[in-house]
Structures are given as C-alpha cells and as structure tokens.
C-alpha cells in the first residue's frame, strides 16, 4: 500500500459525497452538507466541522460554486453547470 492512501482515499470519498449531496440538494449550506455526512453516513471519525467544509469545498470541490445568502448571510452551494 502507497504511503497516504488511507487519506487520499478518505479525501476522494468525502469530495464525492459532497458533490452528490449538493447535486440532490442545489442550495444547501455548509451545515447541511455536515449533518448530512456525519449523521447520515456516520463519516463521525472524520472531525467535520462547517467551518472544515467550507474550507474543503472552494480548495477539492472546484464544480461547485457559492452564493452569499441575503437573509442568513450564509454560503449557498449549487452545481456551476
């Protein structure tokens, strides 16, 4: 086994799901994205914060693009296709 494959592997996962998520769900928050992943699919071991995801998200997630939301003033995340 190469050395960094449990984390590449850990890091694609997480960009694909995130990429699914938001495809199902077109303007989802930073929050949602979190509590889907760690609650639904139980990726608790990964120490996702909202404030790791948006971080994550502008760096692994270059299909995705934000708008600032003018009630929340919150990041909404959609699809840039």
């Known amino acids: 086994m190469a050395k960094g494959a449990q984390k590449e592997a850990r890091l694609r996962r997480l960009r694909e799901e995130?990429?699914?998520f938001v495809?199902?769900?077109p303007g989802?928050?930073?929050s949602q994205i979190v509590a889907?992943?760690?609650i639904d699919l139980k990726m608790k071991n990964h120490g996702l914060t909202p404030r790791k995801v948006g971080f994550f998200i502008p760096r692994?997630?270059?299909?995705l693009v934000w708008k600032q939301d003018s009630l929340t003033g919150k990041r909404?995340?959609?699809n840039g296709a």
């Open 76 to 78: 909404v995340y959609t």
């Open 36 to 38: 889907w992943l760690s």
């Open 23 to 25: 495809n199902v769900n």
């Open 28 to 30: 989802c928050t930073a």
């Open 60 to 63: 692994y997630c270059k299909e």
């Open 18 to 20: 995130i990429l699914n």
